[in-house]
């Protein structure tokens, strides 16, 4: 359906009559009104730019509206056109399924042993453990080729789109690719030995040799100046990690998440360290492919992944841009097999959402998580997407259940909490240095059911806990409604 306003053509005139005739009591929809513009007059949105969209369900009339047709970046709520595109387009019973491949001959794979990437939106390392149990079940005693990493179906742009606006090696800025594990990025914690003169102590998770360590910390009697970290590519592609600074005794330092240079190439670290683990000997070394060479030897280990249902449920309640990537290239695969590619993939989203009727010029799609100045989208044609998902029998309830729930989970657990939104808003955050946004679903105290979307753009990171409190008592008071 489509919530623009008529257009001065006698079909459309005639569709607004009925609309209008259709549409909720006039008390109800100026209470709506009147919230958003108290909104819109809060003394904490000075000098933003803010769009909002409210409307009833199952119908779609606008309730109320700000700024509605405002092109804005929604932030992370970008990934609710991915999820919504890869519900329409995949298979529901869609899985990715990651493998193992060699020649054995005595126990010994006498060439490479291979890992086939699936594009598995999120393979952990304790599935790539299991493949290890796998082919060590099958006799397996020795790999003397080494791993190689088949990453060929996807092409070889591994850095999603905008992604390059900022260099920063944090684990949200995490690379894809078709065999990628750990969400690209790996844990690196930090403290103090438990003498002065000593280096610290730094641990990896997981612990690989796909990430060197060059540890220039030292501990320190005293607190220490701190510590800090810095993840850079190495020649062969693995990660450098590089720690910098001083802490005293046993203090503890940090626990961030980094980037790796090459989620693929780490995924096959993985593969040899669990089968080293297994008594399995590996020798050869471990390397990537990203185009298609030769025929694969026979297969010796296959995972699964979870559900389709299971992958946009993770995306959108922990707002993970990894899986939100991954999802999204790989509604990028061309016809025959070709590799995944961002622009098949932007095309993909595109055609999805026109389908459902939003309208083109209000909508661009640049990549799968809304992360820096990507994707772009107005509320109005936000909430269109909203309503158009709550009426779609097929993908209805997964699209819903896949949204954080207000004071309880996800990026919502500790928003919302008051009696009248916990449990009754599902929706999806959004959160760059300049942008808040949220968007979803809420259910009112008289049980009505809304639509909503409320963008704030040109905001900055001093002032995004007051913002993002602002939408808060937003859609507090619409839910008494």
């Known amino acids: 359906m489509d919530l623009r306003r ?14 209008a005739l259709s549409a909720p009591p006039p008390a109800r929809a100026t209470e709506a009104e009147s919230l958003v513009e108290a909104f819109t007059d809060d003394a904490a949105l000075r000098g933003v730019t803010v769009g909002v969209a409210v409307a009833e369900l199952p119908d779609g009339h606008i309730l109320a509206e700000h700024g509605a047709d405002r092109v804005l970046f929604p932030a992370s709520g970008a990934k609710l056109l991915t999820v919504a595109s890869a519900l329409r387009r995949l298979d529901p019973g869609t899985l990715w399924t990651t493998r193992v491949h060699g020649d054995v001959e005595g126990g010994v794979v006498a060439r490479a042993l291979v890992l086939v990437g699936g594009g598995d939106p999120k393979l952990l390392p304790g ?3 299991a ?59 930090v403290r103090g030995s438990k003498r002065a003169g000593r280096a610290v102590i730094v641990s990896l998770d997981p612990s690989t040799d796909a990430v060197e360590v060059h540890n220039e910390a030292r501990t320190v009697s005293g607190r220490g100046e701190g510590v800090s970290v810095a993840a850079s590519a190495l020649d062969d592609g693995r990660t450098l990690v590089t720690v910098r ?30 089968l080293r683990r297994r008594g399995v000997t590996v020798d050869g070394p471990i390397r990537v492919r ?30 993970n841009n990894f899986m939100a990537e991954l999802l999204f290239r790989e509604l990028g695969r061309g016809p025959a097999g070709e590799p995944a590619t961002w622009e098949r993939a932007r095309g993909a989203v595109t055609d999805t959402l026109v389908a459902l009727g939003l309208p083109r010029e209000q909508f661009q799609v640049v990549n799968g998580s809304g992360l820096y100045h990507a994707t772009r989208i107005s509320p109005r044609a936000m909430v269109q997407l909203l309503v158009a998902m709550a009426a779609d029998p097929e993908h209805a309830r997964t699209f819903r259940e896949s949204l954080a729930i207000a004071g309880t989970t996800g ?35 008289s049980d009505r059911h809304l639509a909503f979307a409320v963008f704030i753009n040109e905001g900055s990171p001093d002032r995004t806990s007051a913002l993002r409190a602002a939408i808060d008592r937003l859609i507090t008071r619409l839910a008494a409604l």
């Open 131 to 189: 493949l290890a149990d796998a082919v060590a079940t099958r006799g397996v005693r020795s790999v003397r080729g080494g791993v190689i990493v088949d990453a060929t179906r996807h092409d070889e742009a591994c850095l999603p789109p905008a992604y390059d606006e900022k260099d920063t090696d944090a684990g949200y800025r995490a690379s894809v690719g078709a065999a990628a594990s750990n969400f690209g990025a790996i844990r690196v914690i």
């Open 6 to 19: 008529s257009a001065s053509h006698p079909v459309a005139s005639l569709i607004a009559i009925l609309l």
């Open 245 to 274: 600074g001083s802490l005293g005794p046993r203090r503890f330092g940090l626990n961030e998440r980094l980037r790796v240079a090459d989620p693929d190439l780490l995924s096959g670290y993985l593969l040899a360290e669990a």
């Open 290 to 319: 990203r185009r298609a060479s030769e025929p694969l030897p026979p297969e010796l280990a296959r995972h699964d992944s979870g559900s389709l249902a299971d992958v946009v449920r993770d995306t959108n309640t922990w707002s």
């Open 127 to 129: 599935d790539i453990s």
């Open 411 to 445: 990026t919502l657990s500790h928003r919302l909490r008051g009696p009248a939104t916990r449990g009754r808003v599902l929706a999806k955050t959004g959160t760059l240095d300049e942008v808040v946004s949220l968007s979803g679903y809420l259910t009112t105290r």
